[in-house]
Structure formats: C-alpha cells, structure tokens
Nanobody, 115 residues
C-alpha cells in the first residue's frame, strides 16, 4: 500500500517562495520516479517536475529556473522548491510516485499566488 502526503501549500505573494513536501509510505522509494503535477481550475493536470531514482530531473518550460525538485531517499520524501512565484502558478499541486508501471497520487495541496 502506497500513501503520499503533500504539505507546504498555502497563500503566497507574487515573487515569493514556498517549498512543498511529499512523504511516501511503502517500500522501494529509492528507485521510484517521483514527480509534481499541478491542476489549475478549468485546466488539465500538467507535469511540473520529475526526478528519477538516480537524480535525473525534468521540468516544464514554464517553471525552469524558478522551481527545483529534489528527493531524500532516507526520509522517503520529495520536495519542490518554488521561487519567483507568479499568479499563473496558482493550482492544486499533486505528488506522483511511479514504480513498475503503476502510478500513485497524493491528495494534493493548494498553492495560491496572489497579492
């Protein structure tokens, strides 16, 4: 059984920063691909960033240079550091664990960027 619990969302001003965390339960975390996705109202869910077990990363063009994904395998946790936030970053952010052809999703955490 895999459970993903996101935390760290909230209201932040434009230009501000926030760090999201996703704590995973279950085994075999270190070789899992972990990712962050987001879904804004009226839009489809989209990839924000992804990190492989070996640390390779992929970012959406819209967040390159502003967001950083990282992982701590000992804590079974993946992070998303978000800097220089823009109103268009407002969305529910979801954590994903992908392993062996199966995808597991967290419940999501709201990030609202507004003055």
């Amino acid at each position: 059984q895999v459970h993903l619990v996101e935390s760290g969302g909230g209201l932040v001003q434009p230009g501000g920063s926030v760090r999201l965390s996703c704590a995973a339960s279950g085994s075999i975390f270190s070789i899992s691909v972990m990712g962050w996705y987001r879904q804004a109202p009226g839009k489809e869910r989209e990839l924000v960033a992804r990190i492989s077990g070996s640390g390779g990363t992929v970012y959406a063009d819209s967040v390159k240079g502003r967001f950083t994904i990282s992982r701590d395998n000992a804590k079974k946790t993946v992070y998303l550091q978000m800097n220089s936030l823009k109103p268009e970053d407002t969305a529910v952010y979801y954590c994903l664990k992908s392993l062996g052809g199966y995808d597991y999703w967290g419940q999501g955490t709201q990030v609202t960027v507004s003055a």
